[in-house]
């Protein structure tokens, strides 16, 4: 018998998948999984709407796994012109004008905020994450140089897997909330 396919990634097409990720979303933010679930598989932050995700895909489709028709996975786009759409956001890109890259300002780069990766939770551990970040590179590797996104450092889970995703972290800081490392993917060879 042969396994099945992995999910396929691919960018966002339809509103019924905007509403996918915001189910598969709430099911996962901080608020609505025990401190246990959030130690042993992650969590999520900040909530969007419906709103927001369409504005966002309008500027730049989001990344998204699918088996079928089943959501597997998800990865926000969120180019810096989408700044005002989520205003909870708007200190990160503050400290994001004020850091450096590799030697020059982050602001030099074409860079995109990831604004958010899920996997579901029967494909966790599958390779999906992976698959995300290599469809972020392959469709806007031509358009932007890097993505940069923060992660709460209590989120192992999260943390190990943007490392091995290839993210390198040029910051870590404490807000009100939560200890945050701020980490970049580069999208292409000339960045990597």
Not at 15 to 21: G, K, N, P, S, V
Not at 137 to 144: C, E, I, L, T, V
Not at 158 to 163: E, K, L
Not at 180 to 189: P, R
């Amino acid at each position: 018998m042969t396994p099945p396919a992995p999910p396929r990634t691919c960018l966002v097409t339809r509103r019924e998948e905007l509403e996918q990720i915001l189910q598969l979303q709430a099911a996962n933010l901080r608020d609505h999984v025990s401190p246990e679930q959030a130690a042993r598989e992650g969590f999520l932050t900040v909530a969007h709407t419906l709103d927001v995700l369409e504005r966002m895909h309008a500027l730049a489709p989001s990344v998204i796994a699918k088996e079928g028709e089943k959501l597997a996975g998800y990865a926000l786009v969120m180019p810096v012109e989408a700044r005002a759409f989520v205003p909870i956001l708007e200190p990160m890109f503050q400290l994001l004008e004020t850091l450096s890259w590799r030697g020059r300002p982050l602001r030099e780069y074409r860079y995109y905020v990831m604004g958010q990766v899920c996997v579901a939770a029967p494909y966790r551990g599958q390779g999906v994450f992976d698959a995300l970040y290599r469809e972020h590179r392959a469709s806007y590797g031509a358009r932007f140089d890097c993505t940069v996104t923060e992660v709460a450092t209590r989120n192992t889970r999260s943390m190990r897997a943007h490392a091995r995703a290839g993210f390198e972290t040029i910051k870590t800081y404490r807000d009100a909330t939560d200890e945050w490392a701020v980490v970049v993917l580069g999208l292409h060879d000339g960045t990597r």
